[in-house]
């Protein structure tokens, strides 16, 4: 072990000669603490951080969800996860999200600093006045816990160039005192004009599509997707526009959506229904419900009377049964966003070549006479219009068997419309 004098003189020259090198310099320092006999210090081993990577984080899906928090807390309004190569051991994961960015300073004090205070001292995101997620500071554990390699590009809106670290985090091993690792800053072109980037190279797990969407569901419990009360008025925080998350798959070059809010909202449905008319005017019904193991393929209903005028039409829908005392088709945190967005968009939409037409589909708009049967109690299973998301498809390039009104708000009442109001009741 070297004396206090060699120390203290080469903790001198670096002073003098190379006083950028801090590094070395907090290296002499720490050495020379050693030889105070009145006070002692705690040191921490680097191997903490395997450790608490380890130890705080058991799931890599709970990991990935540990990130997504980061974002929110940062007021990310989209966050998007793409997994490549990553069915097997080895591959890369990439969460990106358009939040705030940060700062040299919040990179530093906030992101590489154990056990960060920052959010306990501001318990509230600084643009949408969200209440923060992550308060353990135990997010940059998580990426320890996926991965080997860590890259982090990060720019605010107020920054002319971005900020690039790469953290390796094998670097952090036992014997080791954790302030003498470093990690550079590099300063690059900004990616976009806010927003994060963190990379996570040489995955230590395989991942499935289930588990892809188990991630999914995770963040999606613990974030509210959309803010239900809007920003009080005296508040000078604009309205939270919300929180939407994508999961990406990309294997041998090819990309697959794997859950978005699209995808998983249809998944809580209890069945999808396909129809069609033929061109002779034969109407066919399809049923498929993986929730009841029950499946019905081109079933025909008219067969002694097909329709005279309708023909070419084609329909598809989502149906949604609501929890009740005897059934519980969908998850509980899932069925009060299910059922508001099925008040704004339930139903059936009409659309004609391509274009839709209005006003079939909207909020108060009964043109299949759905909520009118519902009030008759003509079946019995739920079959209002916000137990439907869904549209018809009409396409008559050929025959003019629709005219729309010079309102371009409906068609004109015809025998077409009659058949087509009928098809759609029925299916």
Request: a neutral charge.
């Amino acid at each position: 072990m070297k004396s206090q004098i060699v120390i203290r003189n080469e903790l001198q020259n670096i002073l003098k000669d190379d006083p950028s090198n801090y590094s070395k310099i907090l290296e002499l320092s720490n050495e020379l603490a050693k030889f105070d006999e009145d006070n002692v210090r705690f040191s921490v081993d680097a191997g903490i951080i395997d450790r608490l990577g380890k130890e705080l984080v058991a799931r890599h899906e709970t990991a990935v969800s540990e990130l997504v928090k980061n974002a929110y807390d940062a007021d990310a309004t989209r966050v998007i996860i793409t997994f490549k190569e990553s069915s097997n051991v080895g591959g890369t994961l990439e969460i990106v999200d358009n939040g705030l960015g940060m700062t040299r300073e919040q990179l530093i004090n906030g992101f590489m600093r154990l056990s960060s205070s920052d959010k306990l001292h501001y318990p509230r995101s600084p643009r949408y006045d969200r209440k923060r997620a992550g308060k353990k500071g135990i997010g940059r554990f998580s990426a320890q816990r996926l991965g080997k390699k860590l890259t982090i590009i990060t720019q605010t809106l107020d920054s002319e160039k971005a900020l690039k670290v790469v953290i390796y985090w094998d670097d952090f091993k036992g014997d080791k005192e954790l302030a003498f690792v470093t990690n550079e800053i590099e300063y690059i072109e900004k990616l976009t004009d806010e927003g994060t980037l963190l990379k996570i190279e040489d995955l230590r797990d395989s991942w499935s599509e289930a588990q892809i969407k188990r991630v999914y569901r995770y963040a999606s419990e613990t974030i509210q997707p959309f803010p239900i009360a809007k920003t009080k008025k005296d508040s000078k925080s604009p309205d939270d526009p919300g929180f939407k998350l994508k999961c990406i798959e990309i294997y041998n070059g090819k990309k697959n959506i794997i859950a978005d809010e699209e995808t998983i909202f249809f998944d809580h449905a209890l069945a999808i229904i396909t129809g069609k008319v033929d061109n002779e005017g034969y109407m066919y019904l399809s049923l498929k419900s993986s929730k009841l193991n029950y499946k019905e393929h081109k079933v025909l209903l008219n067969p002694d009377v097909p329709y005279k005028t309708l023909k070419n039409v084609h329909i598809k829908a989502h149906y949604f049964l609501y929890n009740s005392k005897d059934t519980n088709f969908i998850p509980k945190h899932s069925e009060s966003i299910i059922r508001e967005t099925a008040k704004k968009q339930g139903g059936i939409r009409l659309y004609r070549n391509g274009f839709r037409v209005l006003p079939y589909g909207e909020p108060d708009d009964d043109w299949l006479g759905l909520d009118a049967s519902v009030r008759k109690r003509s079946l019995l299973p739920g079959h209002g219009n916000i137990n439907f998301i869904g549209f018809i498809e009409v396409n008559n390039e050929v025959e003019e068997q629709f005219e729309e009104l010079s309102s371009r708000e409906g068609l004109i009442e015809n025998k077409a419309l009659e058949e087509l109001e009928d098809f759609g009741y029925k299916i």
